[in-house]
């Protein structure tokens, strides 16, 4: 498929993006809200609909034979026969015990729900609010510190390092 060089011009910003933009741009291009925050997923999203949307989508007669070819489409519920592996064994006689619901506790090393974490990080600070679940950055609730670490540098970190949060289990040395 050849781009127009508008097209080009937007895939090249779109490489540059960090995550919260590709977000903000995939809200724009889908109208909806990505569930997803991982960068690159985001960013090859955006590039096939930005070319979709360039070039033209698929043609009705392409999405018929797509949908054909989806119901004809024999799902395997039994694995291919031929293996050398032995079928596995079950003891009608043993009885397992049920998996309780373990509610999750929360990690030691995280200050209590309402409390800050400041970040000084290539000349910004940097400030997160602890949530019951989550932690609140720049107007968006995220699940870990590490997504916020990475949200901030671009690249992968511990959130408990990136914000300095010892770890109580270990001695102060």
Not at 2 to 12: N, W
Not at 88 to 97: I, Y
């Amino acid at each position: 498929m050849e781009t127009t060089l508008d097209t080009a011009a937007e895939l090249a910003a779109l490489e540059k993006m960090a995550a919260g933009g590709l977000r903000e741009r995939y809200r724009e291009l889908f109208g909806e809200e990505s569930r997803s925050g991982n960068r690159q997923w985001l960013f090859r999203r955006c590039a096939w609909r930005l070319q979709a949307l360039a070039g033209g989508d698929l043609s009705e007669r392409a999405r018929r034979r797509a949908q054909e070819l989806a119901r004809d489409v024999d799902l395997r519920v039994r694995p291919p026969g031929g293996t050398d592996m032995p079928p596995p064994t079950r003891l009608p006689h043993v009885v397992r015990p049920a998996k309780a619901h373990v509610p999750r506790t929360r990690d030691a090393r995280l200050p209590m729900p309402g409390a800050r974490l400041r970040r000084s990080y290539r000349g910004h600070v940097y400030e997160v609010e602890v949530l019951d679940q989550g932690f609140l950055y720049d107007g968006e609730v995220y699940r870990s510190l590490s997504a916020i670490a990475y949200a901030i540098s671009g690249s992968h970190w511990n959130g408990y390092l990136f914000f300095g949060i010892a770890d109580p289990r270990k001695e102060p040395e």
